[in-house]
């Protein structure tokens, strides 16, 4: 068992985790600053900062975490072709990266928190199933 741990790539899972954390924030604040210009200019001057509260407040719970786990299983595939044992194995790993510090956070271990946490690990294994299966297609050819 000890032997079969080392060939994990724990370097790559957890930068691939933290780059997954990075690109979500930077893709819901850039829509949340999107929404503001585009009332600022609408209002041909200061936006309306209750409505970008509330676009925010909306946005960032529930695009999120889909967007968390549709570039989970983007840097799950990217890892996967990267390695050479247990593919599936490190998009899970990349997937509980992602997801466990929010499950942990959250204090509450309701359905919706339980949901998005599988979510994100069945993206990881899918993005490295799916990474290793184009990686086989790739070195047949």
């Given at each position: 068992m000890?032997?079969?741990?080392?060939?994990?790539?724990?370097?790559?899972?957890?930068?691939?985790?933290?780059?997954?954390?990075?690109?979500?924030?930077?893709?819901?604040?850039?829509?949340?600053?999107?929404?503001?210009?585009?009332?600022?200019?609408?209002?041909?001057?200061a936006?309306d900062?209750?409505?970008?509260?509330?676009?925010?407040?909306?946005?960032?719970?529930?695009?999120?975490?889909?967007?968390?786990?549709?570039?989970?299983?983007?840097?799950?595939?990217?890892?996967?072709?990267?390695?050479?044992?247990?593919?599936?194995w490190?998009?899970?790993?990349?997937?509980?990266v992602?997801?466990?510090?929010?499950?942990?956070?959250?204090?509450?271990?309701?359905?919706?928190?339980?949901?998005?946490?599988?979510?994100?690990?069945?993206?990881?294994?899918?993005?490295?199933?799916?990474?290793?299966?184009?990686?086989?297609?790739?070195?047949?050819?």
């Open positions: 000890t032997a079969r741990m080392f060939r994990i790539k724990w370097g790559s899972i957890v930068i691939a985790g933290l780059s997954v954390w990075v690109i979500s924030f930077v893709l819901v604040a850039a829509t949340v600053f999107a929404y503001a210009f585009s009332l600022g200019l609408a209002a041909r001057g936006p900062f209750t409505a970008i509260q509330r676009f925010a407040e909306g946005v960032g719970p529930v695009w999120g975490p889909r967007i968390s786990a549709l570039l989970t299983g983007i840097a799950a595939i990217w890892l996967a072709r990267r390695v050479n044992a247990w593919p599936i490190h998009g899970v790993l990349v997937g509980v992602v997801a466990g510090p929010g499950l942990l956070a959250g204090q509450r271990f309701g359905m919706v928190a339980s949901l998005l946490f599988a979510a994100t690990l069945l993206a990881g294994a899918a993005g490295g199933w799916l990474g290793s299966h184009r990686k086989e297609v790739r070195l047949q050819q």
